[in-house]
């Protein structure tokens, strides 16, 4: 990333109360500051607090807070993505690397929602697209072709993994107050004004779980029916 700081000015260094500052420490705190108070906490001033340094030492390994967002964003990939090995069966490849960032995601509610939409410009980013566009490639798609539907891929993957993670990220009670809803509320309506509905009803406490893995698998299962070659062991018909 060209406005990284230099490397220079990144060198660990102890803050006032001993401990070694680096940019990992900076944003390990940051994700614990979010987890406990919500995005809102990240701030200079906090994190110097946190840290026990200075507050404008935190710019000798990062610009701004925006820059420290995007240090975050790519630590939720790396973490999300680690020890992943692409397999033979591109299908199930990308099933994992969707899977993973969901994970990811959950891991780090508060902080998701700072980071589904940004793109980091790091090394855990750029490793990640270059494994989703290699998997895509390798089952015979033209580069262009290649590229744009990574991008589909990725973008139902992240809203999709955003929506979880923010609904995690509710206090308890709305939660909980959400999921009866399908239980409760959505029984008692009118058949006549709500006729599907109420065909369905029975099924709907179900839709107070997470739709993200049909969502990813009806992704994957058009993908696999426009693929030129079909690589996946599955023959490429079926992402389950």
Avoid: N
């Avoid at 940004?118 to 270059?130: G, L, N, P, W, Y």
């Avoid at 993200?212 to 690589?231: C, G, M, T, Y």
């Amino acid at each position: 990333m060209s406005s990284r700081v230099p490397q220079e000015r990144r060198r660990r260094r102890p803050t006032r109360s001993g401990v070694l500052l680096s940019e990992d420490l900076i944003v390990q705190t940051a994700l614990r500051l979010i987890g406990e108070h919500g995005p809102e906490a990240l701030s200079v001033r906090r994190l110097g607090a946190a840290l026990g340094c200075d507050p404008t030492a935190l710019y000798r390994y990062f610009h701004d807070t925006d820059d420290l967002v995007l240090a975050i964003a790519d630590r939720i990939i790396g973490d999300a993505m680690a020890g992943f090995v692409p397999g033979e069966d591109w299908v199930a490849s990308l099933r994992e690397m969707a899977l993973r960032v969901r994970a990811g995601y959950l891991a780090h509610p508060r902080a998701a929602a700072m980071a589904a939409h940004r793109v980091t410009r790091r090394r855990s980013e750029i490793q990640a697209v270059d494994t989703g566009i290699g998997l895509l490639l390798s089952a015979g798609f033209e580069r262009a072709a290649a590229a744009r539907l990574y991008l589909a891929f990725i973008d139902t993957v992240l809203s999709h993994a955003a929506t979880d993670a923010a609904f995690q990220a509710l206090p308890r009670q709305q939660r909980e107050a959400d999921q009866r809803a399908w239980g409760d509320v959505y029984q008692d309506l009118d058949p006549v004004a709500y006729p599907a509905l109420t065909a369905v009803r029975r099924e709907l406490p179900g839709m107070a779980d997470s739709s993200f893995e049909e969502a990813v698998d009806l992704l994957l299962e058009a993908l696999a029916a426009r693929a030129p070659a079909r690589r996946a062991s599955t023959g490429g018909s079926s992402p389950g």
